[in-house]
């Protein structure tokens, strides 16, 4: 039995996308790159934004789950965490369908949680209470429970959120989120603020992939030199169709037998993520570079689609190395939520 307010499963609060971070009555908070997930006591239970569970893929976080206070449920995220850094990609590959896979990940891999909300506590509804009470609550209680926990840092600082965002980048931070002070927990809905990390890179083009039309350009692949070679980064696909029919014809003129290095990551791998997609691709002479804008890196490639900002026909290629995708300094995980 269990003595929440209200059952399970429950819609997050979500965010919408500022260029800036605002200025007024808010609450600034690292933006975590993990797993969003709802924490429920009692009969535990750790939910997905989109309602999953992840309990069945993270077994070691159930005695977290079981410290919480009967009538308990937590919004936070889950984490892993390796050399004082959030790992996004280990993170993802917990995701494993295998029991016995699972159970060895969560030897090797383990995972915690970062709290950064309170919706109940002790059979209380906490969602129509202000934020500002809500983390005064979430501050008293995460101390107390397992050190499987963390608490996020938060300020009312504004100037003290745009260091923030600069120095927890080394941690594995992807930008600020900002809650209003007097808002209260709204489900489903984007009543938070999020302002997330975006760079520029000059990449140079390896290859392309053909639209599946078949007479235009559907992206073009993109790489970095390391250690001499080219290395696959990512793609990048945001073009109009009459931009890619003039892509096609001009990609075609100057097609190699190969590009991307042999010792480097490569297009086309597969994996469990890509069974069934179209992976074949056109290698081109790598000499054309392009600037593009990314939001985040993971193991050393752009996690999504990236942005393309403009043709860099004064750029020489061999100048495009990994060297410009060293993060800035800051301190590491453990520091950031007190550890």
């Known amino acids: 039995m269990s003595s929440w307010p209200f059952q399970p499963p429950i819609s997050t609060m979500e965010a919408r996308v500022f260029e800036e971070i605002p200025v007024g009555a808010y609450a600034y908070e690292p933006k975590w790159d993990g797993f969003r997930a709802l924490a429920w006591s009692d009969v535990p239970r750790l939910d997905s934004r989109n309602q999953k569970t992840l309990l069945r893929y993270f077994p070691e976080l159930l005695p977290a789950l079981q410290a919480l206070p009967s009538g308990t449920v937590v919004d936070g995220e ?7 850094v959030l790992q996004f990609d ?66 009312t600082d504004r100037s003290l959120a745009l260091r923030w965002f600069d120095e927890f980048e080394a941690a594995g931070c992807d930008g600020i989120v900002a809650k ?27 290859g392309y992939r053909v639209h599946k039309d078949g007479d235009k350009i559907g992206s073009i692949l993109l790489g970095l030199y390391h250690q001499g070679e080219l290395a696959f980064l990512g793609h990048c696909s945001g073009f109009s169709d009459h931009d890619r029919t003039a892509m096609l014809r001009q990609f075609e003129q100057i097609r190699s037998e190969d590009s991307f290095g042999e010792e480097v990551r490569r297009p086309g791998a597969e994996s469990r993520w890509s069974a069934g997609k179209d992976l074949s691709w056109v290698p081109v002479h790598p000499g054309v570079v392009v600037e593009i804008s990314y939001d985040q890196l993971t193991a050393g490639r752009f996690r999504h689609a990236t942005r393309f900002e403009r043709w860099r026909p004064d750029k020489d290629a061999a100048e495009c190395t990994t060297d410009q995708l060293a993060l800035p300094e800051g301190p590491g995980f453990g520091e950031v939520v007190g550890r």
């Open 90 to 155: 280990t993170l993802q590959n917990r995701l494993h369908p295998a029991e016995s896979r699972v159970a060895m990940l969560a030897e090797s891999t383990p995972a915690s949680l970062v709290a950064f909300d309170l919706l109940a506590h002790g059979g209380r509804d906490l969602r129509a209470a202000p934020f500002s009470e809500r983390r005064e609550r979430l501050a008293s209680l995460i101390p107390g429970l397992s050190d499987l926990w963390s608490l996020t840092p938060s300020t």
């Open 180 to 206: 209003r002070l007097d808002g209260p927990y709204v489900e489903g809905k984007r009543d938070m603020i999020k302002v997330k990390h975006r760079r520029t890179v000059d990449c140079v083009v390896g």
């Open 78 to 84: 889950v984490v892993v965490v390796t050399d004082d």
